[in-house]
């Protein structure tokens, strides 16, 4: 799982409650990127964050919020408007946008009830 | 939009035997990448191909890319228990968007 850590491992939410997944890495890269996968599915992007201060939706946003006041660190906001949160969510980095080769923390599996 | 989609869903094979996983997109790419997947961790990178390459090695791995054919296979020789796990194609988009589309992967399981 090299430098990056996510925290906690599992997380359970009640319905309507907004929840922040934590990703951290000193890896000292600049490039950092949230994925959600279902079972049995593949990875879908959420959000990404080519530098400090700057990030851009990915293909499934809606729902979602993050910030990248530091380098070492980018939080996924998940919101009560995202109809269906229970997922495994994954963040990832690299060492820049051009960089193609990603490395994933452990992941956060989030169940709302 | 699903680019890379891996074929089969699922393998099942003898410890020792060789095991093929194959790979198809859609639209033309910079280059072709191979992740594993443990049950409940992380995806780690195992091997990157670019487009003008045809074929890759990496220790009992060996990817091979078909731009013609938009298809590449990754084949894990003389398996071991330890490859169980789920592996994963990632394709950029070769439009300067350099974002990662992940296929739904293969589950290789390995029978001691």
């Known amino acids: 799982d090299g430098g990056i850590t996510q925290s906690p491992k599992y997380l359970f939410r009640k319905e309507g409650q907004n929840v922040t997944l934590s990703c951290e890495q000193n890896?000292?890269?600049?490039?950092m990127y949230w994925y959600r996968q279902d079972p049995g599915q593949g990875l879908r992007l959420i959000y990404y964050s080519q530098i400090v201060n700057d990030f851009q939706k990915g293909d499934i946003a809606e729902g979602y919020s993050v910030s990248r006041e530091k380098k070492e660190s980018f939080p996924l906001t998940v919101t009560s408007a995202q109809k269906n949160p229970t997922a495994f969510y994954l963040c990832?980095?690299?060492?820049?946008?051009?960089?193609?080769?990603?490395?994933f923390g452990p992941g956060t599996r989030l169940t709302v009830t | 939009s699903q680019q890379g989609e891996e074929d089969p869903q699922a393998l099942s094979i003898q410890e020792g035997e060789n095991a093929t996983m194959n790979c198809s997109y859609k639209t033309s790419i910079n280059n072709l990448q191979w992740y594993r997947q443990n049950s409940g961790r992380g995806l780690v990178h195992l091997i990157l191909?670019?487009?003008?390459?045809r074929e890759k090695h990496s220790g009992r791995l060996r990817v091979t890319l078909d731009t013609s054919k938009k298809s590449s296979s990754l084949l894990i020789t003389a398996s071991r228990a330890a490859d169980t796990a789920s592996y994963f194609c990632a394709t950029d988009l070769d439009q300067g968007a350099q974002k990662l589309v992940f296929g739904q992967g293969t589950r290789l399981t390995i029978n001691p």
């Open positions: 990832a980095s690299s060492i820049s946008w051009s960089s193609y080769e990603q490395y």
């Open positions: 191909i670019r487009s003008n390459e």
């Open positions: 890896l000292n890269h600049d490039a």
